[in-house]
């Protein structure tokens, strides 16, 4: 892996990875957030009724679908900026303070500021550039040459890692560097029947070669709600895998009535089993944390041994 180093998101070997606090949310290489929502927006009442649930569980960011880029054009494509007030409106009376909203068109960071500043500015966005844009540089430079809002890059399901890291460089290098880089697999044949082939393992890599928290995104990575003989969902797993490498963030498609969801209705949770999955996601975030420690321990102990070995 060969990322060149004079780029603003990638680290040379001691320099700080890049935290910010939007709408008094921390987003760093050590945070920890879950966004679950709506894939898309279809109605008031759903939204209504996931936010409402999001509240209950003390959960302050979710993930609502406005404009959807879909695989074919007789789909559904969300509802566009007809349905943004009452999102925004909804997200106030709940408390959320961020919501991932993919934009597919530089035009629509406008619309969102419109509507967010219509209703008041009751929440906040961060911007997700979806996978199919994740080398439209036009649209990754507008969203760059703003500040307003953070930016959830999404790998390019087609393309490298690096290639992917330095699609995002165009945003950093608008001047915007409040990133954070999503894993949500690649498109491979070798990933059936899973949706994708599952990416986690770079959670590492991405860590390590530049400043972005990363995000994982288990739904659009499995795309099913089948679980194994020992009664956990893929989702579940999938998702533990990436919190126990030290995950950001975690983008969770969830729905009130998944059969009847406008976009990816065979990989929306219920609300009924959100707390079920923050409460796996919990146990899985505490081993972790442990395990930086032992991890940590183990490692001083041996720069000791290596300085000790030096004075012989
Ligand atoms: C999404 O998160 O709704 C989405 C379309 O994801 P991706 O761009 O990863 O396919
Ligand atoms: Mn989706």
Not at 163 to 175: C, P, R
Not at 208 to 219: E, F, H, L, N, T
Not at 280 to 291: A, F, Q, S
Request: with cysteine; net charge neutral.
């Amino acid at each position: 892996m060969t990322f060149a180093k004079q780029l603003r998101l990638l680290k040379p070997a001691c320099s700080v990875p890049h935290a910010f606090t939007y709408q008094e949310q921390v987003f760093s290489q050590d945070s920890f957030s879950i966004f679950a929502g709506l894939c898309a927006v279809d109605n008031r009442a759903s939204v209504e009724k996931t936010m409402r649930c999001l509240a209950s569980l003390g959960l302050t960011c979710t993930r609502m679908g406005a404009y959807k880029p879909r695989t074919t054009p007789y789909q559904f494509q969300g509802h566009g900026s007809s349905c943004l007030p009452y999102v925004f409106e909804l997200a106030g009376k709940y408390g959320i303070k961020v919501i991932a909203m993919e934009v597919t068109h530089d035009r629509q960071i406008a619309e969102i500021q419109h509507a967010l500043a219509q209703t008041g500015n009751p929440t906040g966005v961060m911007l997700q550039i979806g996978t199919r844009n994740a080398q439209n540089y036009e649209l990754l430079s507008s969203v760059g040459n703003q500040t307003d809002f953070p930016i959830l890059y999404k790998r390019g399901y087609g393309i490298t890692l690096e290639e992917s890291v330095l699609a995002a460089e165009y945003i950093a290098k608008g001047g915007n560097q409040n990133i954070v880089f999503c894993l949500r697999g690649v498109k491979t044949l070798l990933g059936q029947p899973h949706r994708n082939l599952v990416d986690f393992a770079h959670l590492p890599i991405v860590k390590r070669q530049s400043k972005m928290p990363v995000c994982i995104d288990p739904s659009h990575s499995v795309g099913n709600l089948l679980s194994a003989p020992d009664k956990i969902l893929d989702i579940f797993h999938i998702a533990a895998s990436g919190v126990i490498m030290g995950a950001n963030m975690i983008l969770l498609d969830i729905h009130p009535d998944p059969a009847h969801a406008c976009v990816d209705s065979e990989q929306a949770l219920t609300l009924d089993s959100l707390p079920w999955f923050i409460e796996d996601m919990m146990l899985v975030r505490e081993t972790y944390l442990k395990r930086t420690q032992l991890n940590q321990r183990h490692a001083i102990k041996k720069h000791v041994q290596t300085q000790e070995a030096a004075w012989v």
